[in-house]
């Protein structure tokens, strides 16, 4: 669909006021995240939602309404909830580590910093702050995996999960040339069960058919682009990286960029970049917080069958492992038609399945 067909950035966010705060510099650089807050007067302290974009880890940014879900902002308002939205670095001006290393810093920023910057800069419709025990996490694509590393690093502070078609499966041969594999630290592979797909899709409306389960077989189609992009695109903007080594990127507007997410993602070079640190591979986490008995949030991830992108079969596999490691931890997949990002306009008030979806996560996140 094109990007002309979506709302304007005033139009799409119009529910809320948006207040920019930079909560960490790096080399002079300002990260900034947005904190966005219902323009309705409040009834007690807010819940939070903290939303992470996508874009590759290579693009995108805070507030970009194409890739911003309308449906995320409506489940925000029905819930009197503030939203904050965070820029991050990006590959492959940063690593993996850098990037996480900035998703502490947000939650640092947020633990010790949100309510009295709330007050302050709203204090007629927020007089009342926030509630830093009603948090969930929320993200799309490389977004879900920042939600997802985010309940890795404060598990007890975040009450639900919802991950949109997310990259969590890196090590696989998808995102990482030749494979990385989950192994455990002694070299073996972890006994990760098949699991009845009927369970983990039982929300109303889901599909578990067998679409996309092959979608690394010809990636000339990803996303219908019809050809191969040369992987000399990649190469190009690394070798730009290195000869600017005190350049910061943290935000990137769309469709900027765009050859290099494809490219990276056709040539099987995201691990390559990100880094080949266990702590940036969630299916290897798992098995180190399943041993260590750390019990994780609820988490429900929707996800596309005909995804090329981001191969569903990453999402049905982390599923299989969030079972085998989190026994007791509840978890949902949910399964419908469509390529990466086709719930871009999906609206509670015609999508059944979605307004189950985000009523399930609720129920978690504020109860």
């Known amino acids: 669909m094109p990007l002309t067909t979506f709302p304007s950035e005033e139009e799409h966010f119009k529910g809320f006021k948006i207040f920019d705060v930079t909560y960490k510099v790096v080399k002079s650089h300002a990260i900034q995240t947005s904190v966005l807050v219902p323009r309705n007067a409040c009834k007690g302290p807010r819940p939070v939602i903290v939303r992470f974009h996508g874009g590759g880890l290579v693009a995108g940014t805070r507030l970009h309404a194409p890739w911003f879900p309308a449906y995320l902002l409506k489940h925000a308002l029905s819930h009197d909830a503030i939203i904050v939205s965070p820029d991050y670095r990006l590959l492959p001006e940063a690593c993996g580590l850098d990037i996480l290393s900035d998703i502490a810093s947000l939650w640092k920023w947020l633990s010790t910093s949100l309510h009295g910057y709330v007050l302050h800069r709203d204090p007629i419709y927020s007089s009342c702050g926030v509630n830093l025990k009603r948090i969930m996490v929320s993200g799309e694509s490389a977004g879900g995996w920042l939600a997802l590393q985010s309940a890795f690093m404060h598990p007890d502070q975040i ?34 069960n098949p699991t009845n797909e009927a369970e983990t899709s039982s929300l109303a409306g ?25 992987t000399a695109i990649v190469d190009e ?10 350049r910061v990127t943290s935000s990137i507007t769309p469709p900027e960029r765009m050859d290099f997410s494809i490219a990276l993602f056709q040539h099987s070079r995201v691990g390559e970049l990100l880094g080949p640190e266990r702590a940036l591979y969630p299916v290897e986490l798992l098995e180190d917080l399943g041993r260590a008995e750390v019990r994780l949030p609820p988490l429900l991830i929707v996800h596309g069958t005909d995804d090329t992108v981001v191969p569903v079969e990453g999402s049905k596999r982390f599923v299989r492992a969030w079972e085998t490691w989190q026994r007791g931890s ?27 979806a985000l009523g399930w996560v609720a129920d978690r996140w504020l109860n």
């Open 159 to 192: 009450k639900a999960i919802l991950a949109i078609f997310p990259m969590l499966d890196l090590g696989d041969e998808h995102y990482t040339h030749g494979g990385r594999g989950s192994h455990t630290k002694n070299g073996t592979t972890p006994n990760v």
């Open 206 to 230: 889901a599909t578990t058919n067998g679409h996309g389960d092959d979608t690394r077989a010809d990636k000339s189609q990803m996303i219908g682009l019809g050809t191969l992009l040369d």
């Open 237 to 246: 903007y690394i070798q730009s990286a290195q000869q600017n080594p005190e």
């Open 330 to 356: 509840a978890v949902r997949l949910v399964l419908r038609p469509g390529e990466h990002g086709f719930e871009a306009r999906a609206s509670t008030d015609d999508e059944g399945w979605l307004r189950e």
